[in-house]
């Protein structure tokens, strides 16, 4: 089993920034691919962004411009930092990890952008 603990979740006001983290208990993975999703109470959860096992991204339509993702190759570790952040940014921001066919969740960590 892979923790996926995440850090960086706050309070923020309309155009401020956040980075959020994610660091895996384990080191010596086989990941394909390692992501940030999010969630609104009573929506479905929704890619963020995502980068690929040979270093390619992809980004949701609404953030491109304002959020990049990165990763620590060493340490499997993967970051998203988020840029002009908007009230419509508000919501629970998941870690994924896709391992071997597998997904790997984190807890959640609450962003909450104020107008």
């Known amino acids: 089993q892979v923790q996926l603990p995440e850090s960086g979740g706050g309070w923020v006001q309309t155009g401020g920034s956040l980075r959020l983290s994610c660091s895996p208990s384990r080191t010596a993975l086989r990941i394909d691919a390692m992501g940030w999703y999010r969630q609104v109470e009573g929506q479905q959860r929704e890619l963020v962004a995502v980068i690929n096992i040979d270093g390619s991204t992809n980004l949701a339509d609404s953030v491109k411009g304002r959020f990049t993702i990165s990763r620590n190759k060493l340490r499997n570790s993967v970051y998203l930092q988020m840029n002009s952040l908007t009230p419509e940014d508000t919501a629970v921001y998941y870690c994924?990890?896709?391992?071997?066919?597998?997904?790997?969740w984190g807890q959640g960590t609450q962003v909450t952008v104020s107008s």
């Open positions: 994924n990890y896709r391992i071997l066919s597998r997904e790997f």
